[in-house]
């Protein structure tokens, strides 16, 4: 069974989404965080280097924030920004992957996946 998001709140507190997995985790993001990590073409050539610190958006007038978010098929989630962008779709795969807790931080470094190989 693949583990999916039982519910997805997109205005948790302090600026961050909210996702209750099927398997029981529950994931906390940063809107920073899940807005630097979209996954869409357009973002991930303007990636920050491997190593360097995320974040370096462009600075809004406004706080950055998702408006709304879609379910897109059974394995995916488009997230619509208050910047404008929404091309990100983040399947539920990659969200998981992009769980910041210690946990998962320490299983993603174990399994080399988390972007920063040496
Ligand atoms: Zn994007
Ligand atoms: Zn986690």
């Given at each position: 069974?693949p583990?999916?998001?039982?519910?997805?709140?997109?205005?948790?507190?302090?600026?961050?989404?909210?996702?209750d997995?099927?398997?029981?985790?529950?994931?906390?993001?940063e809107?920073p965080?899940?807005?630097?990590?979209?996954?869409?073409a357009?973002?991930?050539?303007?990636e920050?280097e491997?190593?360097?610190?995320?974040?370096?958006?462009?600075?809004?007038k406004?706080?950055?924030?998702?408006?709304?978010?879609?379910?897109?098929?059974?394995?995916?989630?488009?997230?619509?920004?208050?910047?404008?962008?929404?091309?990100?779709?983040?399947?539920?795969?990659?969200?998981?992957?992009?769980?910041?807790?210690?946990?998962?931080?320490?299983?993603a470094?174990?399994?080399?996946?988390?972007?920063?190989?040496e």
């Amino acid at each position: 069974m693949p583990v999916v998001p039982a519910k997805i709140r997109l205005a948790g507190p302090n600026h961050t989404v909210h996702v209750d997995w099927s398997d029981g985790h529950a994931s906390v993001y940063e809107y920073p965080y899940l807005r630097s990590r979209c996954p869409c073409a357009t973002c991930q050539d303007s990636e920050p280097e491997p190593g360097q610190a995320a974040g370096a958006l462009p600075v809004l007038k406004k706080a950055l924030k998702p408006e709304r978010a879609e379910i897109v098929g059974r394995y995916a989630v488009q997230i619509y920004w208050n910047d404008g962008h929404n091309s990100g779709i983040y399947s539920y795969e990659y969200l998981r992957r992009l769980c910041p807790c210690p946990e998962c931080t320490a299983e993603a470094r174990a399994a080399g996946m988390d972007g920063r190989q040496e």
